[in-house]
């Protein structure tokens, strides 16, 4: 039994801004109507999606292992903004990874979260695409020159400096290690990362004036107990320009000591200089240690030092003392306390540090966590009272965690252990109706919002998809399916007792004949056929409909749909293998014609079982598609090949029309024909993913579609109409059929999206489509005219 539909309301892509194909009937369950749109455009699998409202537009925001994050307007299915994406490594020069996204209205203004491998979680603006900022981790409070100001560390290791009372930045020292107190002022530790050695320098925090210089140091060695770092030369006085010596210059601590200047010896327990016996006893009695390779001094003593094996870091006195510390870059998610509020911390793209209240988390606008700024007003933020009460930002800020699910009222969706999305009751917990399918690979992640007061979903998916469902309707499972049971292969269409029928051919090795007006099977299914179906087509012979069949070999099966076997005996071709076959009527004759793997095209008399003349040759590769027309009052055929042409053959004559149509810059995968204005046209499409329209007649190309990259060169095509009589070519491209108006190259109307792979087309009278899909058959309809 077959079930018949309307189709979907009219409303029910009302997300798409094109012209709508609905489905008429399908084989079993009809296709999912809560399908909208897919936005394509990742190069990776994508991670997670969140959604907002931009100036009145839903928006959707998604994450992806390609390292970005995208910005899309629902209602167009394009990209608002270009991609952007985290920070790269110094060191790798590899772009942070992309683990979650999440958006919010931060003091009104529409923003998105991204969470990244390297703890970062930048903000963007959503209005215009830009960075808005960063979330940092408070450090401490505490007071430069009078002046009342707050320590944050970025998830890059930059330590920003901001006034308490006004918030503006005072300073920012990029990769800074670690904070102490020299001399009664506070210092800062920072690191080069890109240099060889890892160059550590001390700076003012309030001035950031560099108060030492950074000496090489030729070995490090163990002895009687301590452990001696040995560098060359003198270091010059604090706040002295220029870096004489810098590591990293050739032969910096080799060259001091050529000079004739002294090896000195450093004790990296206390920082002072050591004293020891001759240098010659030092270095070769001592045990050589790996990892420092620079130090830093200040008023002769040594305060820190670097290393490619070794953690940049004060030493001596400054490591041990309380108020001084290593920065840790990997806490940089820690919210903090104000006022007895937990609150968050943001370093603005304009320079601003600024607070924000996370204690209300129930508040929404939008769908959207409602996010809203607090000034400290000279009140000094804590760092939570103790790690039970800390909560990590993201999920603050997010809401998200682990088995994230999203809501529509009064329906909740849910991610599945088996990675598909489940709908249901938010009362009951029960599920209503199938699960959304539709990804290729497994949903990673699902969020929901409202369209023109309709409840929607957003899916994102390994297969690098995003799709949108329409969750006002309910879909159910229809009655079962009684045709194939394996996917369908091969389609075309014939008349059988004077009504239009399709005919479809399975991997189960059946045919079926199905009504195309109502999806009703009206004979018996012809089974047992051997071997896979990949080619057919109908024609009448002596008054009685006859199928003709090829598949991996070089026989053509002549089937009777009516009464079901072979009308009689398998014809062999001597192609070696047929690849495509087309029917026509050849002075009053019903023929077949044959596109093999032998570089030739056969034309054969159904009646007679016999090939008409001779060969038709030409073609330097296999003959991969064929397709036929009427040119003039004569029979053609249109074949194209591995070779790149296309090529115009009169019937009657056995002979090639005109030169090659050239212009493709790969093979030829497939051919048909259409009207054009009344004037017959051929169709060709090729692996160089361009599809091109020929006037036969004048034997010039007249149009061209670019197919675009995501598009499967070997996917089925056929061309129809549209209402407006104009050709539509229509591909099955992964689960979706794709249509393209062929005189002006443009889309011609929203993919249609199945819950299969589409593996089959064929144009039906009055521009329908049949759609082979996985094991299932459906006829959709093209849009009604304007």
């Not at 012209?19 to 008429?24: E, I, L, S, Y």
């Not at 000079?259 to 050591?274: I, K, S, V």
């Not at 079926?512 to 179906?533: K, N, R, S």
């Amino acid at each position: 039994m077959s079930e018949t539909s309307t189709g979907a309301p009219d409303d029910v892509n009302a997300l798409m801004t094109g012209p709508q194909w609905t489905v008429q009937w399908s084989d079993g369950p009809v296709p999912d109507q809560r399908r909208l749109r897919s936005l394509v455009g990742h190069g990776g699998p994508v991670r997670a999606v969140a959604t907002a409202v931009v100036d009145g537009r839903p928006v959707v925001v998604s994450g992806s292992r390609d390292n970005t994050v995208r910005m899309w307007d629902l209602a167009t299915g394009g990209q608002l903004h270009d991609p952007v994406t985290g920070r790269n490594d110094p060191v790798s020069s590899l772009t942070a990874e992309v683990l979650s996204v999440a958006t919010a209205e931060a003091d009104g203004k529409p923003v998105a979260f991204s969470l990244h491998g390297d703890d970062s979680v930048l903000v963007w603006d959503l209005a215009t695409g830009g960075a808005a900022g960063e979330f940092v981790r408070l450090v401490e409070s505490t007071a430069l020159e009078g002046r009342r100001v707050l320590l944050a560390l970025g998830a890059d290791g930059t330590l920003y400096v901001g006034d308490l009372l006004t918030g503006r930045r005072i300073g920012a020292f990029p990769s800074a290690a670690g904070l102490a107190t020299l001399h009664g002022r506070r210092v800062v530790l920072t690191v080069d990362d890109a240099a060889v050695n890892r160059t550590v320098r001390v700076r003012d925090l309030a001035s950031g004036e560099q108060l030492a210089r950074t000496l090489a140091v030729a070995r490090t060695v163990a002895l009687d107990g301590r452990v001696l770092a040995v560098t060359a030369g003198e270091p010059g006085e604090p706040g002295e320009p220029g870096e004489p010596g810098e590591p990293g210059e050739p032969g910096a601590a080799g060259a001091a000591g050529a000079a004739g200047q002294e090896e000195r010896f450093w004790d990296l327990a206390t920082g002072e200089p050591a004293t020891a016996r001759s240098a010659a006893e030092v270095l070769a009695g001592g045990e050589d240690l790996p990892g420092v390779s620079t130090l830093t001094v200040v008023d002769g003593r040594a305060v820190a030092v670097g290393g490619d094996g070794e953690e940049p870091g004060f030493i001596g006195p400054l490591a041990v003392a309380r108020q001084n510390g290593a920065l840790v870059r990997t806490r940089a998610r820690e919210t903090a306390v104000l006022g007895g509020r937990t609150v968050a911390l943001t370093a603005e793209a304009d320079g601003t540090l600024r607070f924000w209240d996370l204690a209300d988390d129930r508040q929404r606008v939008n769908g959207m966590r409602v996010l809203r700024s607090v000034d400290a007003n000279g009140v000094a933020p804590a760092l939570p009272p103790g790690p039970e009460q800390e909560a990590d930002l993201w999920h603050r800020i997010s809401g998200r965690g682990p088995g994230t699910a999203g809501s529509a009222d009064p329906v909740a969706l849910t991610v599945e252990r088996d990675g598909t999305v489940m709908v249901r009751d938010r009362a009951t917990g029960k599920p209503v109706g199938p699960p959304l399918t539709g990804h290729t690979g497994k949903v990673t992640d699902v969020a929901t919002t409202v369209v023109d007061g309709r409840p929607v979903a957003v899916t994102a998916g390994a297969d690098h998809t995003i799709r949108t469902w329409d969750l006002s309707h309910a879909h159910g499972d229809g009655p079962p399916r009684t045709g194939h049971t394996a996917t369908v292969s091969a389609i075309t269409t014939a008349v059988l007792d004077g009504h239009p029928v399709a005919v479809t051919a399975g991997a189960d090795h059946a045919l079926h004949v199905w009504d195309l007006a109502t999806g009703l099977q009206v004979t018996a299914p012809v089974t047992g056929l051997e071997g896979a179906v990949n080619a057919l087509a109908g024609s009448v012979v002596e008054g009685k409909p006859l199928i003709v069949t090829a598949g991996s070999g070089d026989a053509l099966r002549l089937l009777d749909p009516v009464g079901g076997g072979d009308r009689h005996e398998p014809l062999t071709s001597h192609h070696g293998r047929v690849l495509a076959l087309a029917t026509a009527t050849l002075d009053g004759r019903p023929v077949v014609v044959t596109a093999g793997a032998d570089r030739t095209v056969a034309v054969w008399d159904l009646a007679t079982r016999r090939p008409v003349g001779e060969p038709l040759t030409g073609h330097s590769s296999r003959v991969t598609a064929v397709a036929t027309a009427e040119l003039a009052g004569r029979p053609v055929a249109v074949t194209g090949s591995w070779d790149k042409t296309v090529r115009l053959w009169d019937l009657g004559t056995g002979r090639q029309i005109g030169e090659p149509l050239a212009g493709h810059t790969d093979w030829v995968t497939s051919v048909a024909t259409t009207l054009v204005d009344g004037r017959p046209a051929a169709v060709s499409r090729s692996r160089d993913r361009t599809v091109r329209l020929w006037d036969l007649a004048t034997m010039r190309q007249i149009g061209e579609v670019q197919t675009g990259e995501d598009t499967d060169p070997n996917g089925p095509v056929a061309v129809t109409t549209g209402s407006d009589g104009r050709p539509v070519l229509a591909i099955g491209q992964g689960q979706a059929v794709r249509f393209w108006d062929l005189t002006t190259g443009r889309e011609a109307a929203d993919e249609y999206v199945l819950p299969l792979a589409v593996a089959a087309l064929a144009a039906a009278p009055g521009g329908r489509l049949v759609v082979g899909f996985g094991p299932e058959v459906a006829v959709l309809r093209r849009p009604a005219a304007d």
